[in-house]
């Protein structure tokens, strides 16, 4: 069992930046993938960024590339999404997510349906 708290929504305005935490209990963390999922009103969750679980490997949606990134610091059990060039389409709850998934194919770490264990979320709001 993995329980995932996130921290580090807020309100911010076009072009700022944020910086999401999820914190992992567990002592196996270091053996799971990691993703950073949002939901905007009315629209279907969509995958933000993942990590595998060694942090060699990384993904972006489209949307965040070159402006977000994912990290992991395995020894504090926790997984971040820096977030910079903020734009109001980012506007979303943002899920933590985890899977002990060993692999890195890209298409399984990107996939909603892939993690097993997920946040409550936090909530971006970004203003124009």
């Known amino acids: 069992q993995v329980q995932l708290v996130e921290s580090g929504g807020g309100l911010v305005q076009a072009g700022g930046s944020l910086r999401l935490s999820c914190a992992a209990s567990?002592?196996?963390?270091?053996?799971?993938?990691m993703g950073w999922f949002r939901q905007a009103p009315g629209k279907e969750r969509e995958v933000v960024a993942a990590i595998s679980w060694s942090g060699g490997n990384t993904y972006y949606a489209d949307s965040g590339k070159g402006r977000f990134t994912i990290s992991r610091d395995n020894a504090k059990n926790t997984v971040y999404l820096h977030m910079n060039s903020l734009k109001p389409e980012a506007t979303a709850v943002y899920y933590c997510?985890?899977?002990?998934?060993?692999?890195?194919?890209?298409?399984?770490?990107?996939?909603?349906?892939?993690?097993?264990?997920w946040g409550q979320g936090t909530q971006v709001t970004v203003s124009s």
């Open positions: 997510a985890a899977d002990d998934y060993s692999g890195s194919y890209y298409g399984y770490l990107t996939a909603n349906s892939a993690y097993d264990y």
């Open positions: 567990g002592r196996t963390f270091s053996s799971y993938a």
